[in-house]
């Protein structure tokens, strides 16, 4: 397999490209919903509403860390999750960008 060339592309590139990989399963996109709704829940809360095994859900909660869309604290002996509100506002900003850039391109061919 190829290495992939990253570092080719603006910081900005790699930002976006992270925050879609990050939102870009459905799995992920119901465990964001879940924390918005509840504010904050451990990996078994969500294992008890998801349609996926404990060890799944672990490694989706683990890519929405990897991009700081979430947060875990732990907890006795459990990680209690919830939404980082900073990062999310940069997200939205971040993709906001993109989409009106996108938008104010009204002619094709």
Known sequence: MGVTKTDVFQTRHNEIAAF???IGHPARV???EHLAQTN???TGDLVDVLPLAQATVSQHLTELKKAGLIRGNV???SV????DKQQWARCI???DRLFNKIKSKTKCC
């Open 20 to 22: 879609a990989k990050a």
């Open 30 to 32: 119901a465990i964001l």
């Open 40 to 42: 904050q829940c451990i």
């Open 75 to 77: 907890s006795g002996t």
């Open 80 to 83: 209690c999750y919830c939404l």
């Open 93 to 95: 900003r971040t993709l």
